[in-house]
């Protein structure tokens, strides 16, 4: 079952399991905390996990405007703040890999690890870009 917090003057959706150090799972475009399915249980017996919904997908709010990596990175944050929680691993596939650098390179005193899966801490390069403007 999931639950709420207020983020960004949104209802961010996350789902909290276990106990222990706080893990946060970051999901990728057009997907979901559901992402996490199969991963939660395992991560559950030794952490406390969380698996948001990021702004605009699965059961969070929708907002008007730009989708920034920043703007997500702040929305974790404060879901943090909500849950009183001062440090966190931050786990990002594909569009949560490049949450998780945005929220280290602004809140590196709340992060205690992070990895990306699928994922890359750089910049698209060009040719992807060019790849993504011929498929519209």
Request: glycine share 10%.
């Amino acid at each position: 079952m999931k639950k709420t917090c207020q983020a960004n003057g949104i209802e961010l959706a996350y789902q909290e399991q276990g106990q222990g150090e706080a893990v946060v799972l970051l999901h990728g475009f057009c997907g979901s905390s559901a992402y996490w399915e199969y991963i939660i249980p395992e991560l559950e017996r030794d952490y406390r996990v969380l698996a948001p919904d990021l702004r605009g997908h699965g059961d969070s709010a929708v907002s008007v405007g730009t989708y920034s990596m920043d703007l997500f990175a702040e929305d974790i944050k404060q879901m943090l703040d909500a849950l009183d929680i001062s440090e966190a691993t931050l786990l990002g596939h594909s569009l949560g890999g490049y949450v998780t650098p945005a929220f280290a390179e602004k809140y590196s005193d709340r992060l205690k690890a992070f990895g990306l899966i699928h994922s890359t801490g750089l910049p698209d390069a060009e040719s992807a870009r060019a790849s993504r403007r011929r498929r519209r």
